[in-house]
């Protein structure tokens, strides 16, 4: 919107403010002044008005912004009127729908001459882009750009019977307005009329047979309040926008509808002549009437938004400039909100009037005060966060798949897997009954059943190394009445290619990639003891027979892993080793499984913290250990049995591992050769060999002893 320098100056005075710091001070309190521009001897301000600010959308109402920016007070309105004409009679204004038009006020000014407009009424207009019509028409126009309400003039005498009706549009009623166009009214639209006709759209555009000609002598002045709904609804229906319509549907100011309509009466005598008729007519409805609402302003709200206390002359001293009333509390301000603030409705409408004029280049920038009502996470929370933390550091990507899969894909994933202590006849996949696609028609049983179709999307599109896990549950369901749904929380992972090809070659992963990631997850959780059982059914599984097995904790299967079987491979287009893993966490710590059932659990939570032994400054003493044995005696076995030995070898025995396994030539038949590693060490000085010796020996005598071996 344009605003003229010279008009800004009869509401506020600007003397010694150039233009440029005008802009400014505008652009400072939210009043972005996009262009300035010089017109004549005036200066045209080019200013973003939003459209939450109707009281902006004026010259006295940006002149209220400069005087409380500028600390200058605002001129008054000096514009007063003289009615000497005859007396009104009540009934020449009749508001038939006061919904739609609570306040309707009128004056009549008879004898006016209609002529052009002077010389400076039409610099003003021009200055902001208005076209002159004639000193009427201009007048009403002046005072809406002055003043910011819309007013229309009727030459009243050729209104039926010289009176107003203010009532809806009728079924198929048409009306010619002032841009000559026909439109077709309508009863959800609010008309003015005579007593016989349509002369006008409310709030939008007067009609073409009552417009003000030169040969207009009487006039009829509107000066009203229509509801904002109403006209917006109006101005969409008949695809008009009008300097009215745009005030009007965005809000207009109650308290100026008689204002605004002395205003235009006196300009109207000072222009055309004529003698204003004794009496206004203000029709308005009581129980719709605007009243200033009061709000209280707290000192406290304001520092608490803006971070920093405000000075009280950066607060009332402005309310009042910008023409509320603040008067002083003991907690802060009883505001009151004059009508034409729309905008205003609470109390943080009220801190941002202070901070905008405050200025938030005066707000230091300080980070807020933050204080979580979030309580300490869920032992289920730490733990699952605990089992993304290994397998994120393990290499793998973590995935988010859907819960929905097909049944082809749930078969394929489940088929042959021990399901970790659930009876196979009891494995039965939910059934969606309004499922997305026929790919997610059940929900799924094993995470298994996701993960093989993400690998394979990235497979199929030229990503060779992919080793992904994902952290979600399995649904498991029942054939019992009610449909019950076990819910098991899971963790299971897919590799298939962890290591980029090198000039070395490909090293692809194996059974024992696998094995290792779950003992650092279950150790992470705090699980020291496990066992390891292989599985070796044959069939169409999921996992190779031979090459894979399941964890044994306290008795209880709670992961399984291995490599996948050449079936699945084959199923899903996978080249190479891929080997995959499935834990329960419910298993371990207890978990939810429908119906607010409760798992038995081998610990009751996941460590909270962990303790750190410092890494030793002396150097070990190594000794390498061969043993002949039957191929029955696990590896596992073996380095469980020296574990439980080492709390009896001095706590010299820092570890055991495994260097060479060999059943090959030269080896009895059933019969394996296993060569271990055997690691002393101490923390506070070196080992010798005299040390050691002893200690060792006696480990491998319970060795040989224990699982009737040979040295190799």
């Known amino acids: 919107m344009q605003f003229s320098h010279h008009w800004l100056s009869d509401h506020v005075d600007l003397a010694g403010i150039a233009p440029d710091e005008i802009a400014r001070r505008l652009t ?89 407009s002077p010389a400076w009424l039409v610099a003003r207009l021009e200055a902001i882009g208005l076209r002159p019509i004639n000193n009427v028409v201009d007048a009403t126009n002046y005072v809406l750009w002055d003043l910011g309400h819309p007013l229309h003039a009727y030459d009243r005498d050729v ?22 166009v026909e439109k077709m009214l309508s009863p959800e639209m609010c008309v003015i009329a005579d007593a016989a006709k349509a002369v006008g759209v409310a709030g939008v555009m007067g009609g073409e047979h009552s417009g003000v000609t030169e040969k207009t002598k009487n006039l009829l002045i509107e000066s009203a309040w229509f509801d904002p709904g109403s006209i917006r609804r109006t101005s969409k229906m008949l ?24 205003a235009v009466a006196s300009l109207i005598v000072e222009l055309a002549g004529g003698k204003v008729c004794k009496g206004r007519l203000d029709v308005l409805d009581a129980a719709d009437a605007r009243i200033e609402k009061t709000i209280v302003l707290r000192r406290s709200r304001i520092e608490r938004i803006a ?4 000075p009280d002359e950066s607060i009332a001293p402005v309310l009042l400039r910008l023409g509320f009333g603040a008067l002083a509390t003991d907690q802060g301000w009883s505001v009151g909100v004059p009508p034409r603030r729309v905008d205003v409705e609470i109390e943080d409408d009220l801190v941002e009037e202070v901070l905008r004029h405050h200025g938030y280049n005066n707000i230091p920038a300080v980070m807020p005060s933050w204080a979580s009502c979030e309580g300490a996470p869920s032992a289920a929370r730490r733990r699952e966060q605990a089992v993304r933390d290994t397998l994120l550091a393990a290499g793998l990507d973590e995935v988010v798949t859907f ?29 969606l009954a309004n499922p997305l696609a026929e790919t997610q028609a059940i929900l799924r049983t094993t995470l298994l059943s ?61 059974f024992f990639d696998a094995k290792g990631i779950v003992e650092d997850v279950l150790g992470r959780l705090g699980v020291a003891d496990v066992s390891w059982q292989p599985i070796r ?40 080793t891929w080997v995959a893993g499935e834990l329960t966490l419910g298993k371990i710590f207890g978990g939810g499984t429908g119906r607010g059932v409760q798992e038995d659990h081998i610990l009751p939570a996941p460590p909270a913290s962990f303790s750190f032994r410092p890494f030793s400054r002396y150097p070990a003493v190594e000794f390498d250990l061969t043993l002949e044995h039957d191929r029955s005696q696990t590896l596992a076995s073996i380095l469980e049995f020296v574990r439980v030995r080492k709390a009896s070898a001095a706590e010299i025995l820092e570890f055991v591992s495994l260097k060479d396994r060999y059943d090959g030539q030269g080896v009895a038949e059933g019969k394996v050769r296993t060569t271990l590693t055997f690691v002393y ?27 009737e071996a040979t040295r190799g």
């Open 681 to 707: 060490r101490r923390g506070d000085r070196s080992l010798t060999q005299e040390e050691v010796k002893p200690v060792h020996e006696g480990v491998v005598s319970e060795l040989l002893l224990k699982f």
């Open 159 to 180: 209104l039926e019977a010289g009176r107003i009706v203010v009532r809806r549009g009728r079924i198929d009623e048409k009306l010619v307005t002032l841009d000559g």
């Open 28 to 116: 400072d309190v939210g009043l972005t002044v996009e262009l300035v521009e010089a017109h004549g001897d005036d200066t045209v301000f080019e200013i973003d008005i939003t459209t939450n600010r109707p009281d902006a959308m004026n010259h006295r109402g940006i002149a209220r912004e400069l005087a409380a920016a500028l600390k200058r007070e605002m001129k008054p309105n000096a514009r007063s009127i003289s009615a000497i004409g005859r007396t009104l009679p009540p009934e020449l204004v009749t508001v038939v729908c006061p919904n739609l038009c609570p306040r309707f006020a009128a004056r009549v000014v008879e004898g006016v001459n209609v002529a052009p």
């Open 239 to 262: 695809g008009m926008h009008t300097d009215a319509s745009h005030r009007f549907e965005r809000g207009a100011d109650w308290d100026a509808v008689p204002v605004a309509l002395d």
């Open 403 to 431: 819960s929905f899969v097909s049944n082809e894909e749930d078969r394929i994933a489940r088929a042959g897997l021990p399901r970790l202590g659930v009876a196979p006849e009891k494995v039965s996949a939910p059934v």
């Open 450 to 510: 996701s993960l093989l179709p993400a690998a394979a999307h990235n497979v199929r599109h030229g990503r060779r190394d992919v080793a992904i896990f994902e952290v979600g549950r399995g649904f498991l369901g029942e054939e019992e009445a009610g449909g019950a749904i076990r819910e098991l929380r899971l963790a299971a992972f897919l590799i298939g290619g962890r290591w980029p090809e090198t000039w070395q070659g490909r090293k692809q992963p194996d």
């Open 537 to 576: 059914e044959a069939g169409e599984g999921a996992l190779a027979p031979g090459r894979a097995a399941e964890a044994i904790v306290g008795a209880r299967s709670v992961a399984i892993l291995g490599e996948l079987s050449p079936h699945v491979l084959h199923h899903y287009d996978l080249g190479g």
């Open 307 to 310: 971070g920093c206390p405000i």
